[in-house]
T-cell receptor, first 116, second 113 residues
Framework: DSGVTQTPKHLITATGQRVTLRCSPR?????VYWYQQSLDQGLQFLIQ???????AKGNILERFSAQQFPDLHSELNLSSLELGDSALYFC???????????????FGEGSRLTVL | GEDVEQSLFLSVREGDSSVINCTYT??????LYWYKQEPGAGLQLLTY?????DMKQDQRLTVLLNKKDKHLSLRIADTQTGDSAIYFC?????????????FGAGTRLAVHP
């Protein structure tokens, strides 16, 4: 158990809809990272927050947004969903505000999104 | 670019050695990593190597780094069925004042009797 909690574990929805994925980081971790894992694109970095502020942005679509709340949990909002958004979305956390030198991010088990 | 490349599949017999290869892009990466993803689970850090090292050994795992060719490999000795998983290579990319961890697509290791 990494200590990172993601909900829901599975989500099935229709094209055009909007969903929210939730992540609770490990106790004491201030950084939250979101990754998208799909069969054709591997593991793609989406966005990172540190202590409520956006820190780094990756290949995140404009239809997607995220935030980190004062209690440090984070939400990833996906809107106007398309079939290609079907993927496993991972949240990871770390103590520091940048990828730690040891590279140790602690990953949740992921939220599997299926868009029909 | 930010591409970290790995072969997608590797199949080995139980007891044999497995070698998973990776090429990365950023020659200034100070650390390179191997993560393991077991079925139904998130990624977990397996090992890492500092860029001034050529080799790191940790029990059955050996990491080799060739900085000139930007090539990283992970060797698993005496591969067991429990080693069946997806193995991700990752590098740090310093961009916009912060480090980002960039992953390869992952190599699915299948261990058969």
């Amino acid at each position: 158990d990494s200590g990172v909690t993601q909900t829901p574990k599975h989500l099935i929805t229709a094209t055009g809809q909007r969903v929210t994925l939730r992540c609770s980081p490990r106790s004491g971790d201030l950084s939250v990272y979101w990754y998208q894992q799909s069969l054709d694109q591997g593991l793609q970095f989406l966005i990172q927050y540190y202590n409520g502020e956006e820190r780094a942005k990756g290949n995140i679509l404009e239809r997607f947004s995220a935030q980190q709340f004062p209690d440090l949990h984070s939400e990833l909002n996906l809107s106007s969903l398309e079939l290609g958004d079907s993927a496993l979305y991972f949240c990871a956390s770390s103590v520091v505000d940048s990828t730690p030198n040891t590279g140790e991010l602690f990953f949740g088990e992921g939220s599997r999104l299926t868009v029909l | 670019g930010e591409d970290v490349e790995q072969s997608l599949f590797l199949s080995v017999r139980e007891g044999d050695s497995s070698v998973i290869n990776c090429t990365y892009t950023d020659s200034s990466s100070t650390y390179l990593y191997w993560y393991k993803q077991e079925p139904g689970a998130g990624l977990q850090l397996l090992t890492y190597i500092f860029s001034n090292m050529d080799m790191k050994q940790d029990q059955r795992l050996t990491v080799l780094l060739n900085k000139k060719d930007k090539h990283l490999s992970l060797r698993i000795a005496d591969t067991q069925t429990g080693d069946s998983a997806i193995y991700f290579c990752a590098e740090t990319l310093f961009s916009g004042g912060y480090n980002k961890l960039i992953f390869g697509a992952g190599t699915r290791l299948a261990v058969h009797p």
